[in-house]
């Protein structure tokens, strides 16, 4: 075999193991890991707030507000706090209208979620700190079992999981679905064996202690669940607090909020470097494996397809253009159709387009400070 015709397949290999790797290869080894137990002791349940900003979430705030009343019944010292970023269709007045619930915090305009975050948490009072999106319900017992994890005095946060509703409206729905139940399995994973390497926005607390400072242009959601990490604590998974979500269900929706998502993220990849290079070793491993392989999955897709074009070239000119020519009719056809398998990988490649795109983005030095909530949720 010619020298070049070995690179390519080399190449193309590494691409599909980079690829594979978040979603395969590194369940394989964290199930091969042993579990590191919780060591709770006798403790009264700690106090807590519950957190979260708002902006044009006038439609989901009925249900919302309907969520907290119910929890407040469960939990009539649960402090709520809500942060309004500059509504215009009436969402602050909404919140204010509930002040026996909740009691609400307007921003001057828009400032963005991490700096609405921030003036809750300077607010709060109690031991918990409990960070959740307004479009976002909690089940019933959802406190009771998150609290309970605190009895472990080695436990500096708590994320819950999110279940997502509305799978089998669109193959977008669909492979966010599918996303997701891979990401809440690794997290599981990455909890029994130690730490869990960050939290999204949907569900998770902290000691408020180990609140930290930060700037408004980083991702708030996995700057403070990583604090948690940085102070020597344990960030663990409660699969048995249960938090649901509609899903988006249009591509264009979907692509903004990843491409945000994804600058963002990068964005604060580089201001915690410092901080992330002192880390255990495992946990730097973990970091790495579902993080920076996974942002930059759309450049090892690029590259792997170009080594195989290549590849087919060398062989036979007629079996790279068949080979072009099914590729370009599969993704025509998965453009066009709203479900079923080709519509679903073209969904996961602009996943990944949008992932690789944000992190161009944050690397040219820009990022995303506020956010507008997807039409299609």
């Known amino acids: 075999m010619p020298a070049i015709d070995l690179i390519l397949l080399v190449i193309l290999a590494l691409c599909l193991v980079a690829v594979a790797w978040p979603f395969l290869c590194y369940p394989l080894i964290l199930r091969a890991l042993p579990t590191r137990p919780e060591r709770p002791v006798a403790a009264p349940v700690p106090s807590a707030s519950l957190l979260f900003c708002a902006y044009n979430e006038a439609e989901a705030m009925p249900d919302k507000l309907a969520n907290l009343a119910m929890l407040k019944r469960r939990h009539p010292d649960l402090e709520c706090l809500a942060f309004d970023d500059g509504s215009t269709d009436g969402t602050g007045d909404l919140i204010a209208a509930r002040g026996d619930h909740v009691t609400l915090l307007r921003g001057p305009g828009r400032s963005g979620k991490a700096h609405g975050m921030k003036q809750l948490a300077a607010r709060a009072r109690t031991d918990v700190l409990i960070f959740t999106d307004a479009n976002v319900l909690l089940d019933e017992q959802a406190v009771d079992r998150l609290l309970a994890r605190y009895a472990d005095p080695d436990i500096g946060g708590v994320l819950g999981s999110l279940h997502y509703v509305g799978a089998d409206e669109s193959a977008t729905a669909s492979v966010g679905s599918l996303y997701w139940r891979l990401e809440e399995r690794l997290k599981d994973e990455e909890s029994r064996t130690g730490n869990v390497l960050g939290a999204d926005g949907s569900i998770f607390s902290i000691r408020r202690s180990l609140y930290p400072t930060f700037p408004d242009s980083v991702l708030d959601d996995l700057t403070v669940s990583m604090a948690v990490l940085f102070a020597g604590k344990r960030l663990v998974k409660a699969s048995d607090v249960i938090a649901r979500e509609r899903l988006v269900t249009a591509r264009a929706d979907e692509y903004r909020r990843k491409v945000r998502i994804a600058a963002r993220a990068w964005h604060t990849h580089r ?107």
């Open 271 to 377: 201001y915690l470097r410092p901080q992330l290079r002192r880390m255990a070793g495992i946990d730097r491993f973990k970091y790495g494996s579902r993080k920076i392989v996974r942002w930059f999955g759309g450049a090892f897709i690029l590259l792997g397809a170009l080594a195989a074009a290549i590849l087919a070239w060398r062989v036979s000119p007629l079996l790279f253009g068949v080979g072009l020519a099914l590729v370009a009719f599969a993704v025509l056809i998965g453009l066009r159709a709203r479900r079923g398998p080709l519509a679903a990988l073209v969904d996961m490649l602009i996943a990944y387009a949008a992932t690789l795109q944000g992190v161009a983005k944050a690397m040219r030095g820009n990022t995303v400070t506020i956010w507008n909530p997807a039409k299609s949720r």
